[in-house]
């Protein structure tokens, strides 16, 4: 078994392949500091916590990680706190930021004798219709090899070479550009809010999400196109305090900007998940805007499905579990999407003629208002807010 990608979905299903006595390699075209210091997504919804405690994948996170159940809105009508987790199924999410989760699946995979090479890119996927493939890969130093196996999990991502080497007419698109764009931001500072903050502004949505006691993650929606580095840090931080209405509520705590990064918001899904011997996880399945905290978690809950299905074939010779692969991962995908697709809209405001913005900006006016004074509305916000 070849698995392409040391991410989330690529290293829950390594440990749990591995795990199974089945024999696997994982091939990451990265080095392990970089995969080990990547910051992605902080959010764990309740299941993915489950999936890990059930494998034993979760002392890291049960040991660092901490629960956090309000999200904060503030509009042009005021503020108000959203105590998601005790609504809805009254399940928090943990926040755990997902460098430390890989960190651990890493360590507990090599630990345990699990094989993986680093620097090693796949550059396309062979034979996967014939039932024989195999993956090229260039190594760090230039040179080129082959792996063979009896099926290939592309955990590479959009832009890997699982997706790449999918035939014409092999898989059916879905793509939706939102035609927003964010500027993401990590942050030496401690949170200035005890909540998630979605701020709606006329200016543009602003967000903050913590990570650490010490690292704070903002977001500040931006022109299309604008390069991350022609913010100064005294722009950004204007920004910022403008638009989350710190004059009102209080200042941020300012610190370095670590990191930056401007984030198109799109939504892609691929079906079916699978070509021949070829299975589609993560982000090489389906590409979720970060609106809802969805992608990390869709990832683990696909790996587990996939892990199950490759070892009751390959252990049993049941492969009924690889033959419904697509079918029980895609509607969760789906319903993962309706609710990021419906944040969008909450959160931004259209570009068009002014009646579309008018009557646009109305309807979220209205939909905010409902999440504030709806008890019906605050538990259906909360179960998808925290579902997969």
Known sequence: ???????????????????SGIDCVI???????????????????????????????????RRRGREHGACEFRTDDGRFTLEYGSLGRGEPHTVYPQQELVTDLLTRYVDTGGRIRFGAEAVAVH?????????TVREADGRTGRWQARYVAGCDGRRGAARASLPPGAVRRHHRDHGVSWLGLLVEAPPSLDAVGYAVHGRGFAGHMARTDRITRYYLQCERGRPAGSWSQDAIWAELELRMRAAAYGPLHRGRIVQRGVVDLDSDVLEPL??????????????????????????????????????DDLAHGDGEGLDRYSARCLPHIWRAQDFSQWMIRLLHGPSGPEGETSFHNALRRSRIESLRTSRSQQDWFAENYVGV
């Open 27 to 61: 091939l990451e075209r990265a080095d392990r500091a970089h995969v080990q210091t990547r910051a992605r997504a902080g959010f764990l919804a309740p299941n993915t916590v489950r999936v890990l405690e059930r494998h034993g994948l979760a002392e890291g996170l």
């Open 274 to 311: 699978r070509h021949g011997s070829l299975f589609l996880a993560g982000d090489a399945a389906s590409v979720i805007s970060p609106s809802a905290a969805k992608g990390a978690n869709l990832a683990v809950l696909e790996a587990e499905i996939l892990a199950r299905a490759l070892a």
């Open 1 to 19: 078994m070849v698995v392409l990608g040391a991410g989330p979905a690529g290293l829950v299903l390594g440990n749990l392949l591995h795990a």
């Open 127 to 135: 034979g996967a219709r014939t039932g024989r493939p195999s993956v």
